[in-house]
C-alpha cells in the first residue's frame, strides 16, 4: 500500500526562526506532484507549496521552499522567518501508485512561539 | 475564487442512525472526495468521483456509501452510523488529474454517541 510518513508529529520553532518538516514517500509513478497541504487551527486545509517531480529546481513560494530528493524520496517543508500564523497542522501528499488519487501523511502540528 | 462547502460544522448523531454529509463545490471540477481525519493517521480517502454516478473506493470505504447526482455535489452516506465513525470528514474537490490542487471545505465533525 502506498505510504507517506511524516516523523514529526510536533515541531515548535522560536518566530522569524527557520524549521524543517520532514516527508518521504513511496510512489512508483516516473513522473508525479507532489504536495503540502496547511490546515490552521478551526480553519480550511490549504495548499502551501507543490512541486513537480520532473523539476531539478525545488519550489519555492515566498517564505516556503522545499527540499526535493527524488532519489531518496524525501520531500521536506523548510519555512523561513516563522510568524505566529504559520501554527497549524501539516501534511504531504503523494499521489498513489495508480496516479488517480493523493495519500497524505500523518501531519505535523507545528507551535511558533512569539 | 474556488469554494467547497459542508452541510454542518459540528453533527452528533445516535449510533444506528443514517446520517447524510453533504458537500458542494462552485468551480466545475470534475474530481471530488471525501476524506476522514483522525489524530496521528492524517487523512485516509473514503470514496472519491471523477465524474456524476462515477465513483471509486478509496482506503476506508466499510461502513459508508456516496453519492453524486450532480457534478457539483457529492454526499457521503453512513448507513448505519457507528461510535468508531466519530471522526472529523473532509470533502475536497479538483480539476483532473490529480496533480491538480484539491481545494477542501472546512469539515464536519461527527460525534456519534
Known amino acids: 500500500a502506498q505510504t507517506v510518513t511524516q516523523s514529526q508529529p510536533e515541531m515548535s520553532v522560536q518566530e522569524a526562526e527557520t524549521v524543517t518538516l520532514s516527508c518521504t514517500y513511496d510512489t512508483s509513478e516516473s513522473d508525479y506532484y507532489l504536495f503540502w497541504y496547511k490546515q490552521p487551527p478551526s480553519r480550511q486545509m490549504i495548499l502551501v507549496i507543490r512541486?513537480?517531480?520532473?523539476?531539478?529546481q525545488n519550489a519555492t513560494e515566498n517564505r516556503f521552499s522545499v527540499n526535493f530528493q527524488k532519489a531518496a524520496k524525501s520531500f521536506s517543508l523548510k519555512i523561513s522567518d516563522s510568524q505566529l500564523g504559520d501554527a497549524a497542522m501539516y501534511f504531504c501528499?503523494?499521489?498513489?501508485?495508480?496516479?488517480?488519487?493523493?495519500?497524505f501523511g500523518g501531519g505535523t502540528r507545528l507551535m511558533v512561539k512569539p | 475564487d474556488v469554494k467547497v462547502t459542508q452541510s454542518s460544522r459540528y453533527l452528533v448523531k445516535r449510533t444506528g442512525e443514517k446520517v447524510f454529509l453533504e458537500c458542494v463545490q462552485d468551480?466545475?471540477?470534475?474530481?471530488m472526495f471525501w476524506y476522514r481525519q483522525d489524530p496521528g493517521l492524517g487523512l485516509r480517502l473514503i470514496y472519491f468521483?471523477?465524474?456524476?454516478?462515477?465513483?471509486e473506493k478509496g482506503d476506508i470505504p466499510e461502513g459508508y456509501s456516496v453519492s453524486r447526482e450532480k457534478k457539483e455535489r457529492f454526499s457521503l452516506i453512513l448507513e448505519s452510523a457507528s461510535t468508531n465513525q466519530t471522526s472529523m470528514y473532509l470533502c475536497a474537490s479538483s480539476l483532473m488529474p490529480v496533480s491538480y490542487e484539491q481545494y477542501f471545505g472546512p469539515g464536519t465533525r461527527l460525534t456519534v454517541t
Open positions: 468551480m466545475d471540477h470534475e474530481n
Open positions: 512541486q513537480e517531480a520532473y523539476k531539478q
Open positions: 468521483s471523477y465524474d456524476v454516478k462515477m465513483k
Open positions: 501528499a503523494s499521489p498513489n501508485n495508480a496516479g488517480n488519487m493523493l495519500t
